[in-house]
Structures are given as structure tokens and as C-alpha cells.
């Protein structure tokens, strides 16, 4: 049935109307659910931040209301009493030392693993990657003999040795396959003018590796900063604690006081939540680097 | 490769530190294990050998058998709750929205967060007495529905699940979305040309194509389930009774609570082996249905 031209057209403006208006509402609701997702990931940490400025009765009164008074007391509680000054600067030193340890020493064997062909190259990479399936746990009670053998429980050293050990994996990991992407040419031209290995290695191929390595570096860290059950088990001397290991200890001590508790948390996490808006990119790249090629 | 490989002493100095320190440190302690799990020994007492007594007794206890189920309830919630979850928001995401970047760093956030802050965080959420889920169901006028979370046994599990669920969520979701990110326009474009679009796009298009991506983290999950330690350390100590005991709870309990470190080793080798099949199972069987 042949309908007039000026009908038609007011049919398919309408149709088009209702086809953007059920986008509209569909993007809505997409927003909507996304908002949701985003509450639920942030709203504990929210909770932790703002319960950490109340005291206990108006902790266990208005839950979820901003502080009437803040109390910035919790933080200075948290901090003295809770000998989280120690706990920080061990964790700072280990985690440090063990950074700059396991990146040197991993971007040393990639460089040999992937700018080299030798018979045991291959053997030596799967070796090394195998390293990421070694359940942790299974490694605890030997470690801590072998540790105790070696007369290192109780010290950074040997908190940092299991940390470069168990690190080192997923470091070869992202830079083998970096440093495999260069081309062959760039060391050929340096040997033309008689540079040494090493000096390849310091001068051209780790200057060039700095994204990886700004990558490898960030994931480390925060491995590093987050790691607990090696500290437990090989980690007694209250002096020596690291952060997470004093933070638990610290949370049965103060049951009472959830304020200084949630500040002392809040402390806690500060470096961490910095590092990750600040280098998100690199941070991501790194703890999903096992999964996802390219 | 190339001129390079001349000489090998420079290979041999620049392998040998990292692997020294890799062999000892994390090689190593699987191999003595097996020494000492033959072992009964207190750490002090001279070291005496038993033989397979302590697999013997560690398949003869419930309370391993227990921590076992625990880490399968782990396993599966994670399996179910974390790559759907994490699937259905790397789906909506994947779309040209604004913000998307900042629902990202939202969503990945949890992932850096230590965990032993989540577990003493949410630990307080759950605190039957003052904790943020027992005080929202209160205003809410449901008080009834309040529950002793953590410390019920019929819910410390639920509740432990959950908190594990909410920290890696972000993980997947960034694999999968990258996996997404990775389909080219075409194919997108080519599948709406033929009729497909929405939903049966998702499914019949999208979802193949991103299936390695899926099994890489459902191998993940259940290689990240059985490491469950720190969380339930935190927040249950593997209580009440035993309804949260995992494996490696378990193993630590029994090694440095009763310093029983031949029996320790023996579980260690348990997990160890046990992670191994499990990973290599799931591998064949997932990898079977691609063909």
C-alpha cells in the first residue's frame, strides 16, 4: 500500500526518535550498573578512610556517616603505639633491596637468554618460567628449615633472597620476550667497534629494555610490599616486621580501638594506592603480563 | 644466534647469579621436602626416620580432607564467581563509553591492595557486633537477616568466598578486556552485516574468539585459589572449629603451631603435587573442547 510521501518520512523520524531514546536508556543503564560495580570496589576502602577519623562510639553509632569530630589522634595512635614507623622502614628496605636485586640479576640472565643461541638457552627459560606454577605455600616449611640451617631467620637477607627467588620468574618472563623483539643488528655493529658483552648489555640493550623494566620494576614492588606468608614464617623479631605482618599483629592487639586500627590501614595502603594512579599502566602490564600476549 | 655466541664464559657469569638464587631458594625447598617428609622431627630432637607415616596420617586425618574441600569451595567459587562477574563488565566496557578508563582503574584497584588489609577490612565489615553489613541490614529493617558472619560456621565460608571474589574480580576483567580489545573492527562490522548483533553476537562471535583468553584465567583461578593463606590467616585463623581451614592453614598449623616439620613437608609436597594436577587437568580438559 503506497503511503504519501510526507507520512513516510514523519514514520522514519519517529522510528529513529524511539531507536535514540532506547539507546539513550540503554547506555542509562550500562552507567548504572557501572556505578554500582564501582561502589562496591571502592565503598570498603571508603569506609576504612572515614571510620579511621571516628572514635569507637560514633564508629559503632553512625557507621556510615562522614566523622562529626575528626580525629586525627587515630593516626598519631596508629603510628606510635603500633610501631608502624619500624614496620615501614622494613618494608621499605626489603622490598627495596629485593627490587633492585631481582630486576638486575633477571635483566642480566634475559639478556643472555634472548640475544644468545647456546645449547641449554631453551632449557634454561623453561626452568626459570616453571617458577610461576611453584605454589608458594608448598615452599614454606623447607624454606624456613633450609633458612634456619643457614642461620638466616630473623634477618632481611633472608627475607630477601626467597623474595628475588620467587620474583625472578615472571621477571625473565616479561623481559626475555622484550628483549627478543630488538633487532639482531644492534649488538652486530657494536661488536664492529669491540665492545664487550657487558658492555652491550649496560650501554644498548638495558637502555632500551626501560619500558619493560619500568614494568618488571612496579611489579616487584608491590609483590614485594604485599608479601606476607614468607614474612610470617621467617620473620619473629618484632624489630624486623614488615608492614603486613605488623599490620595483623597489630589489628589483634587493638581490637578496641577500630579507629586507630582503620588508620593504621589506611597508612598502610597510601604508597600503594600512590604507585597505582600514578603508573597504572605499567602495574596492569605487569600482574597481567602471564595471561595476556601483545 | 649471532657473533656473540662465540664465547660461552660470558654466558655462564651472566646465568649463574640468577640462577643460584633461584635454584636455592625456591628449586631447592621443593627437593628437601621429600627428605623431610620421610622425617619425624620436632626441630630439636634428633631427626627420626618414619618412612610414608606422615602421608599415611595426613590422608587419614578429616581435618586435611576438610582444608581440602575448602580449597575446592575456593576453587569453584572462584571459577564461577570471578570470570563470569569479571567476563559480564569486560563485555560492557568494551564499548566506546566515557569514563571507561575510570571504571578500570576502580575495577583493578582491589588486585594491589594487600591482602592482609582486605582481610582486616572486610574482617570489620563483617563484625557481627559493629560491622558494616550487620549495621546497613539494621537501618534497613532487617535485622533479622543479620548473621555472626565469620564466626557461624555456616557462613564463614560463604563470607571468605566473597571478600576473595571482590579482590580478584579486577584481574580478570583487565584480561579479558584486553582479549576483547585485541578482536579487530571487522569482525564486529562483518558479524552485524550477517544479522548478528547484541546478545548473539556475544555468544556466537565474541565468546569464541576470546575462549584461550577465558581458560588462561580460569587455569589462573584455580592455581590462584589453591595459594589461599593470607586472607583466611587474617581473618578466620582457619576457624571456628575448622570450617575454614585450607590447605596451606592447615600445613602451617601443623608445622610451627606443633613444630612438626617432617609432617609439615609432607603437606607441603601434598599442595604441591595437588596444584600440579589440577592445573594440568583443567588445561587438558578445557583445551579439548576448543577442537
Known amino acids: 500500500m503506497a503511503q504519501p510521501a510526507y507520512q513516510r518520512n514523519t514514520n522514519v523520524s519517529v522510528q529513529e526518535g524511539i531507536e535514540k531514546k532506547q539507546k539513550n536508556v540503554k547506555k542509562t543503564f550500562i552507567y548504572f550498573i557501572l556505578m554500582i560495580y564501582a561502589l562496591v570496589n571502592t565503598y570498603p576502602i571508603i569506609w576504612m578512610v572515614i571510620n579511621s577519623f571516628k572514635n569507637n562510639i560514633e564508629f559503632s553509632k553512625k557507621p556510615f556517616s562522614l566523622p562529626e569530630v575528626w580525629q586525627f589522634e587515630n593516626y598519631k595512635t596508629a603510628w606510635k603505639t603500633a610501631h608502624l614507623d619500624t614496620y615501614l622502614l622494613n618494608s621499605i628496605i626489603v622490598s627495596v633491596s629485593a627490587v633492585i636485586l631481582t630486576v638486575f640479576l633477571g635483566a642480566l640472565a634475559s639478556y643472555f637468554l634472548a640475544r644468545f643461541s647456546f645449547k641449554w638457552g631453551k632449557y634454561i627459560y623453561t626452568f626459570f618460567t616453571f617458577g610461576m606454577l611453584i605454589p608458594v605455600h608448598a615452599t614454606l616449611v623447607p624454606l624456613f628449615l633450609l633458612m634456619k640451617n643457614l642461620g638466616l631467620l630473623n634477618t632481611h637477607v633472608g627475607l630477601i633472597l626467597p623474595y628475588i627467588a620467587f620474583n625472578l620468574p615472571i621477571t625473565i618472563f616479561i623481559l626475555v620476550s622484550f628483549m627478543k623483539s630488538f633487532p639482531l643488528d644492534i649488538e652486530e655493529s657494536a661488536i664492529m667497534d669491540g665492545c664487550g658483552v657487558f658492555r652491550i648489555f649496560w650501554h644498548i640493550i638495558l637502555p632500551m629494555t626501560r619500558p619493560a623494566l619500568a614494568t618488571v620494576v612496579i611489579l616487584n614492588f608491590i609483590n614485594n610490599w604485599n608479601e606476607f606468608s614468607f614474612a610470617l614464617v621467617l620473620v619473629n623479631d618484632e624489630s624486623l616486621k614488615t608492614l603486613p605482618l605488623g599490620l595483623a599483629n597489630f589489628a589483634g592487639q587493638f581490637t578496641t580501638n577500630y579507629g586507630a586500627q582503620m588508620a593504621g590501614l589506611t597508612l598502610a595502603i597510601i604508597p600503594t594506592i600512590i604507585i597505582y594512579v600514578l603508573l597504572e599502566e605499567h602495574l596492569v602490564k605487569g600482574m597481567t603480563a602471564g595471561a595476556v600476549k601483545g | ?291
Open chain 2, 1 to 291: 644466534m649471532h657473533l656473540l655466541s662465540q664465547k660461552k664464559w660470558p654466558i655462564l657469569i651472566g646465568l649463574a647469579p640468577a640462577i643460584i638464587v633461584y635454584f636455592l631458594f625456591a628449586i631447592i625447598p621443593i627437593v628437601i621436602s621429600f627428605y623431610y617428609s620421610l622425617m619425624d622431627w620436632d626441630g630439636f630432637t634428633k631427626m627420626t626416620f618414619v618412612g610414608l607415616a606422615n602421608f599415611k596420617e595426613v590422608f587419614n586425618d578429616p581435618i586435611f580432607w576438610q582444608s581440602l574441600k575448602n580449597n575446592l569451595y575456593v576453587l569453584a567459587a572462584s571459577v564461577f564467581g570471578q570470570v563470569p562477574i569479571a567476563l559480564f563488565f569486560a563485555l560492557l566496557l568494551n564499548r566506546k563509553l566515557k569514563g571507561g578508563k575510570f571504571f578500570r582503574t576502580v575495577g583493578f584497584m582491589p588486585v594491589v591492595i594487600s591482602t592482609v588489609v582486605i582481610s582486616l577490612v572486610w574482617g570489620m565489615m563483617y563484625n557481627a557486633r559493629i560491622g558494616l553489613f550487620n549495621q546497613f541490614l539494621k537501618i534497613i529493617g532487617l535485622e533479622q537477616w543479620a548473621q555472626n558472619w565469620l564466626g557461624d560456621p555456616k557462613w564463614a565460608m560463604v563470607s571468605v568466598s566473597i571478600t576473595i571474589i571482590w579482590q580478584f574480580v579486577g584481574l580478570y576483567l583487565i584480561i579479558f578486556l584486553a582479549a576483547l580489545q585485541n578482536i579487530p573492527q571487522e569482525i564486529y562490522d562483518a558479524s552485524e552485516i550477517d544479522g548478528a548483533s547484541g546478545l548473539k553476537q556475544t555468544i556466537y562471535i565474541v565468546l569464541p574468539m576470546i575462549w584461550d583468553t577465558i581458560i588462561v584465567a580460569v587455569i589462573l583461578c584455580i592455581s590462584g585459589s589453591l595459594r589461599t593463606f593470607d586472607l583466611i590467616y587474617v581473618m578466620t585463623s582457619g576457624g571456628p572449629g575448622h570450617a575454614t581451614e585450607v590447605m596451606a592453614m592447615y600445613m602451617f598449623d601443623k608445622t610451627f603451631s606443633s613444630t612438626r616439620y617432617g609432617y609439615g613437608s609432607a603437606i607441603s609436597l601434598c599442595i604441591f603435587f595437588f596444584s600440579l594436577a589440577l592445573i594440568y587437568i583443567s588445561n587438558l580438559i578445557l583445551r579439548r573442547k576448543t577442537v
